[in-house]
């Protein structure tokens, strides 16, 4: 019992859980566009969105659970981030309208963006730090945390990094919460995941059918973060013809999920086992496969052998037309109504990309 738990959890630790992590701020602050807040700012921990704040709500927003549960645990760290959001969003302002002014431009659409954090790599221990700003689509100005001096690739940024090397606070402030600070957060975080991701499970895949003749559905579900693909293949190359693809979608709890179909119309029953569904995790070297099996499908479908067609249709024709009786007045009338089907689609919880 002891040596199956274990084989699941080092199975777990493989399949579902990269060694290399990152914590990314994404903030944007723009000008002149209207019904746009004036500054978005995103936390992303191993490129999922876990956080989001901007200039109209004026509040960070946890979006995962397990970062509301570290919340719960150190309402503090969110109160951190809403005051640095506040404490940005004067500043990015004021960076802008001086940019305009010394960049000789006209008022209008401009817009700053900035992009910092740090990586971590669980393995060897290492991390390293960045932070960096765009204007008006096009890289700015970065800073090298190694020398502490801000690097200006273009001339128009060359003021820019006069005044910033000149203030060795922020310089010094920067270094120790590039290589030291957030380090230690993005440890935390990561062990918060894990842990949401012990209860969540292991990710599963599985072959679903809906009857005997229709394409094979490959699902895979649970996985996290969303780097993830999976595809068909047959002796052993990966198939781009008859699959079709899904999109990786959200779950309730955090995790992803996405499937593929493969049209299986045209596959002899002496061929099915050459085909097989892959999942592959980003940073992971084993992948999970699964042989395209008869036994391993799921199904709903019920084999209505036994029960004569021509009865069913008859039923099914006389019901049709005791409905029509009754009710086809309304039922015309729904439909010039428009009648749509209910929207049960998980993508509506996607939250957009603020950039
Ligand atoms: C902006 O305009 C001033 C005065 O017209 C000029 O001296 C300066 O070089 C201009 N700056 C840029 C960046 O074009
Ligand atoms: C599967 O392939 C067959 C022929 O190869 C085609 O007629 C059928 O429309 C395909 N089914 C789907 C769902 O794409």
Known sequence: MIKFVIVVFTLFCRVAFPVKHSLVFSLT???GVPDFPEYMGSALVDEVQVGYFDSNTKTAEP??????KLIKDDPQHLEWY???CIE????????IDSLVKRLNQTEGVHILQHMSGCEWDDETGESRGFHQYGYDGEDFIALDLQMLTW???KPQAFITKLRWDADKARLHRDKYYYMHIYPVWLKKYVQYLRSFLQRTGLPS?????????SQVTCHATGFYPDRADLFWRK???ELHEDVDKGEILPNHDGTFQMSVDLNISSIAAEDWKKYDCVFQMSGVKDDLITKLDKSMIRTNWVSPSGFPAGAVIGVVVGL???LLCISGLFIWRKKTNGFRPANTSDSADRHSDPN
């Open 29 to 31: 602050a723009s000008s």
């Open 63 to 68: 979006k995962v659970d397990w970062i509301r």
């Open 82 to 84: 809403v005051n640095k």
């Open 88 to 95: 940005h969003q004067h500043f990015f302002k004021a960076t």
């Open 151 to 153: 690097i200006a690739p």
């Open 205 to 213: 895949v599985s072959l679903l059918q809906k009857t005997p003749s």
């Open 235 to 237: 002796d052993g190359e």
């Open 320 to 322: 049709l037309l005791l």
